[in-house]
């Protein structure tokens, strides 16, 4: 089992940037394809972008390509989003999670463990 510990959200201006960190504890951490999930007062959780176990490919929801960058230190056991120019619109509590079976899915139900969320507000 791993558990996810997010951190890094917090109130910025449209058009600045932030980076989130996903710490996870235990051995397994390398191992699991993760990905990073966001909801949006009054709306559903959503796929945002996710990294398979190497970190040799990665995939983004559309409206964050070119804006966002998911990174992994699997020696820090430590999981990012870089997250550029910053929209109202990614105003959201953001969800680290991890996948133990490499399925390399955006559903949620793939995934078996997650972090408590960070809250991210982009003002205008």
């Known amino acids: 089992q791993v558990q996810l510990v997010e951190s890094g959200g917090g109130l910025v201006q449209a058009g600045t940037s932030l980076r989130l960190s996903c710490a996870a504890s235990?051995?397994?951490?390398?191992?699991?394809?993760m990905g990073w999930f966001r909801q949006a007062p009054g709306k559903e959780r959503e796929f945002v972008a996710a990294i398979t176990w190497s970190g040799g490919n990665t995939y983004y929801q559309d409206s964050v390509k070119g804006r966002f960058t998911i990174s992994r230190d699997n020696v820090k056991n430590t999981l990012y989003l870089q997250m550029n120019s910053l929209k109202p619109e990614d105003t959201a509590v953001y969800y680290c999670?991890?996948?133990?079976?490499?399925?390399?899915?955006?559903?949620?139900?793939?995934?078996?463990?997650w972090g408590q969320g960070t809250q991210v507000t982009v003002s205008s």
């Open positions: 999670a991890a996948d133990r079976t490499n399925t390399g899915t955006s559903l949620e139900s793939a995934y078996d463990y």
């Open positions: 235990g051995r397994a951490f390398s191992r699991y394809y």
